[in-house]
């Protein structure tokens, strides 16, 4: 059983209500997206609502988090109202369908971390269930409502795991969103990339990779793990 709660420097994560805990991959995730000049920032699926805040360390942007589960909601709302940046996360417990139907204003920034393992067995648990699979929402789905949601110069940050990527761009393009860069989140330098950010822009742009290793071979973390999580992390 994982940990109750997470903390960093500047907040705490609680997380007894959520069926996705706090992880290094999502932490990546936070501490990428690039937040400068963003007015307007949503997180799709906030869980814990660890993305949220996040975003609101780095920013100065009012944050919408959208949040479908009725635990995961209180338990997000519940760590942003203990959070130094309450006055400016608002938590939306509805599905992201509904969300967008009333939504008025597009976002500069876009981040989520939708379920994997859309393929795979799922668990007994239906709160993990909608966490893990995404039956709920689809990619397809997905970015057809990211595409509506996002500025016309803004960004829209998505986790997803390598080996479950498919047709992921091919979908994406369809819906009109282009890839921008790709992030390749390797465990060590000699392990293959396990989690894959992709970043998504709604108009053709020149495309970047590039690759992130969490920790050295003798198991201690790199450099680049450091420096990147410095802001948020205890230890560092």
């Known amino acids: 059983m994982g940990k109750s709660y997470f903390e960093f420097k500047k907040f705490t994560v609680h997380q007894d209500l959520c069926a996705m805990k706090v992880c290094t ?14 007015k307007r920032i949503l997180d799709i699926g906030t869980g814990t609502g660890l993305l949220a805040l996040m975003a609101a360390q780095r920013s100065q942007a009012e944050i919408d988090a959208v949040e479908i589960e009725a635990g995961a ?5 519940d760590n942003f109202n203990h959070s ?15 969300y967008a139907f009333s ?4 976002y500069d920034v876009i981040v989520c971390n939708p379920p994997f393992f859309e393929e795979h067995l799922k668990a007994e648990d239906p709160k993990e269930n909608t966490a893990w699979h995404s039956n709920d929402l689809e990619r397809k789905a997905l970015f057809n409502l990211i595409k509506k949601l996002l500025h016309s110069e803004g960004r829209a940050w998505i986790l997803l ?5 498919g047709d992921t761009d091919k979908l994406a393009t369809q819906e009109g969103l282009f890839e921008a860069e790709r992030i390749r989140i390797h465990e060590r330098s000699d392990k293959k990339d396990t989690r894959v950010i992709i970043v998504y822009a709604s108009k053709p742009t020149e495309k970047s990779v590039r690759e ?11 450099s680049d793990f450091t420096q990147l999580l410095q802001e948020y992390y205890l230890n560092f």
């Open 161 to 165: 795991s390598a080996h479950a990527l």
């Open 212 to 222: 992130f290793t969490i920790r050295k071979d003798d198991g201690n973390y790199t």
């Open 103 to 106: 939504s008025l204003l597009p």
């Open 25 to 38: 991959d999502a932490c990546i995730l936070g501490a990428s997206v690039d937040v400068k000049r963003s």
């Open 73 to 77: 909601a209180k338990q997000a709302q």
């Open 84 to 98: 130094p940046w309450a006055n400016r996360i608002n938590l939306h417990h509805k599905s992201i369908q509904e």
